[in-house]
C-alpha cells in the first residue's frame, strides 16, 4: 500500500509562473511533511517541511499548504524560475520513528 | 562542513555478485539511514542505524545487510545481486531524533 500519493507526474511551467504540487497521505500518525528537491545525478534536498498543527508555512518562494481533514498537503513555487526545473518529493514521518516515506515525485520543467 | 559523503559514486556488479557501500554521516550526526531509489521513483527506506544496531527495517530481503561503525560512519551490504538490485542507493543522516535528515549524492548501483 503506498503511504503516500502524489501529483502530478511531470509539470510544465513558464518562467513566472505558479507551480502546484499535491500530495496525499494514509497514515494519520504522521506528524512530519517534508518537500525535497533533487536534480539529476544528486541526493535530495530539504527544501520546506511542516508539521499538522499549522496549515500553511512559508519560505521565500516556497509555500506548503496542508490540510489535516483531507490528509492532504500541497507545494507551491511563486515565480517559478528555470533554476527550480528538477524533481520534486513529498515525504511524510512519523516523528519517533524517523522513517520517511516518499511519494513518487513529480518532475517540474520551467519554460523560460 | 563535507556534509553526507558517500562512495563509491557508480558501481557496475555481475548478477550474484556481493556489493558494499560506504557512507559517511555529516558532522556531529549519529543517525544513519539507507534508501533505494529506482529510475523514476520515489526513495524507499531500508533500514536505519543508531548506536551500532539497527534500529528500523523496511520491507527489504535480508540479502540487504548493514553495519554502524563507532565514528558513525555505516556500510550497506547486498549479497546475491539481482537485476532489480540495480538503482541509486542513498545515505541520508540526522543528530538524533531531529527530524531533518541531510541527504548524500547516493550511489548508482548497475547490476547486468
Known amino acids: 500500500q503506498q503511504q503516500v500519493k502524489q501529483s502530478p507526474q511531470s509539470l510544465i511551467v513558464q518562467k513566472g509562473g505558479i507551480s502546484i504540487i499535491n500530495c496525499a497521505y494514509e497514515?494519520?500518525?504522521?506528524?512530519?511533511f517534508p518537500w525535497y528537491q533533487q536534480f539529476p545525478g544528486k541526493g535530495p534536498a530539504l527544501l520546506i517541511a511542516?508539521?499538522?498543527?499549522?496549515s500553511e508555512k512559508k519560505e521565500g518562494r516556497f509555500t506548503i499548504s496542508f490540510n489535516k481533514s483531507a490528509k492532504q498537503f500541497s507545494l507551491h513555487i511563486m515565480d517559478s524560475q528555470p533554476g527550480d526545473s528538477a524533481t520534486y518529493f513529498c515525504?511524510?514521518?512519523?516523528?519517533?520513528?524517523?522513517?520517511?516515506?516518499f511519494g513518487s515525485g513529480t518532475k517540474l520543467n520551467v519554460k523560460p | 562542513d563535507a556534509g553526507v559523503t558517500q562512495s563509491p559514486t557508480h558501481l557496475i556488479k555481475t548478477r550474484g555478485q556481493q556489493v558494499t557501500l560506504r557512507c559517511s554521516p555529516k558532522?556531529?550526526?549519529?543517525?544513519v539511514s539507507w534508501y533505494q531509489q529506482a529510475l523514476g521513483q520515489g526513495p524507499q527506506f531500508i533500514f536505519q542505524?543508531?548506536?551500532?544496531?539497527?534500529?528500523q527495517r523496511g520491507n527489504f530481503p535480508d540479502r540487504f545487510s548493514g553495519h554502524q561503525f563507532p565514528n558513525y560512519s555505516s556500510e550497506l551490504n547486498v549479497n546475491a545481486l539481482l537485476l532489480g538490485d540495480s538503482a541509486l542507493y542513498l545515505c541520508?543522516?540526522?543528530?538524533?531524533?531531529?527530524?531533518?535528515?541531510?541527504f548524500g549524492q547516493g550511489t548508482r548501483l548497475t547490476v547486468v
Open positions: 497514515n494519520t500518525a504522521f506528524d512530519y
Open positions: 541520508a543522516s540526522r543528530w538524533g531524533q531531529n527530524t531533518e535528515a541531510f
Open positions: 558532522s556531529g550526526h549519529d543517525t
Open positions: 511542516i508539521r499538522p498543527d499549522v
Open positions: 515525504a511524510a514521518m512519523r516523528y519517533n520513528f524517523n522513517k520517511f516515506y
Open positions: 542505524y543508531y548506536e551500532e544496531e539497527e534500529r
